[in-house]
């Protein structure tokens, strides 16, 4: 049912007169005619009497009218509803963020929302580059920080800064007490192996650089464990081996009993982190925020966003 003939069926019982039903509601009178017509049609019921001062409800008609009323309330409800809807939705930016990224986030949140204090931030952990790509592909998500792998087929990324490779290992080790570590300090250790498919690009990095040094470890895979959740701390307190990992702090008011957390310094461990979002974005906002991380995090021959902006609206 249009609404537009519910609206034209109370103007015209209110002015009992399609002339001056069609003067309140700024439209000509045939158009509103019509409406009518297409109402009685549509509900197989005459509405109006009609008549040369103007029309009478019918009794059919008068039944309705207080029905149309609540209707036409309804609807107008609902399209306010929709509004504000939709005034949030451009207010709003979502944002995925990878394990122990959330400085970096909630530092571009505090810097965008000088400029943008109004925008909202709603965030999802992220877990792995499939399901960030996936969210991103469905319009989930806005924004992604994490590490590699992308497929930028599907989304545009930007490496913004590399991530130290940190091992966790015992605090009872007497590499503990260390500023940092080295691979061939490890060599003697066993490397613990979580799931590959958590971190494909880490993993790949970690085996890379013991095979660069000739070094290899023992390895032991820890189905369900890792250093991201209690089974695998307990394996690394427990002196079972060291996870080599990203996202640890390095320093907390509280921190983890039993194991220590030392960064590597090996040339080349280091891990990028990304920003990635959807190609063809098509929100302003969202590229008002990218020109905040490429502000915090300036990109080499980076196309300015007002210009990508102004591009989208050609």
């Known amino acids: ?139 989930t998500l806005d924004v992604v920080f994490t590490r590699p792998p992308f497929d930028e087929s599907l989304v545009d990324v930007a490496p913004i800064y590399h991530e130290r490779i940190q091992a966790v290992m015992s605090d009872a080790s007497h590499l503990a007490g260390d500023k940092e570590v080295r691979i061939r300090d490890l060599a003697d250790v066993p490397l613990l192996l979580w799931d590959r498919n958590m971190g494909p690009a880490l993993y790949d990095k970690v085996l890379d650089l013991y095979a660069r040094l000739g070094v290899a470890p023992t390895m032991t895979p820890t189905p369900g464990a890792g250093p991201y959740n209690h089974a695998g701390l307990m394996l690394v307190a427990s002196g079972k081996g060291v996870y080599l990992c990203l996202g640890v702090p390095l320093t907390s008011p509280q921190p983890a009993s039993g194991v220590a957390v030392l960064p590597v310094g090996d040339p080349g461990a280091t891990i990028e982190v990304c920003v990635a979002n959807r190609k063809g974005e098509a929100s302003a906002l969202v590229h008002q925020f990218l020109e905040c991380v490429w502000h915090s995090y300036p990109q080499p021959r980076r196309v300015p966003v007002s210009r990508e902006v102004a591009a989208l609206g050609a």
Request: glycine share 6%; aromatic share 6%; with cysteine.
């Open 1 to 139: 049912m249009d609404f537009r003939h519910i609206k034209a069926f109370i103007a015209v019982a209110d002015a009992l007169s399609v002339t001056k039903a069609a003067e309140r509601l700024h439209i000509s009178q045939p158009p509103l005619s019509r409406h009518i017509h297409q109402l009685e049609e549509e509900l197989g019921l005459t509405l109006f009497v009609r008549h040369r001062h103007g029309v009478t409800l019918t009794e059919e008609g008068r039944r309705l009218l207080e029905k149309a009323r609540a209707l036409d309330a309804a609807g107008t409800e609902f399209s306010q509803a929709a509004d504000q809807l939709a005034r949030r939705e451009e207010s709003r930016i979502r944002i995925g963020i990878g394990w122990g990224l959330w400085d970096v986030v909630n530092r571009l949140r505090v810097e965008f929302a000088k400029q943008h204090p109004d925008v909202t931030f709603e965030v999802r952990d992220v877990y792995c580059s499939d399901d960030c790509q996936e969210h991103l592909k469905n319009s």
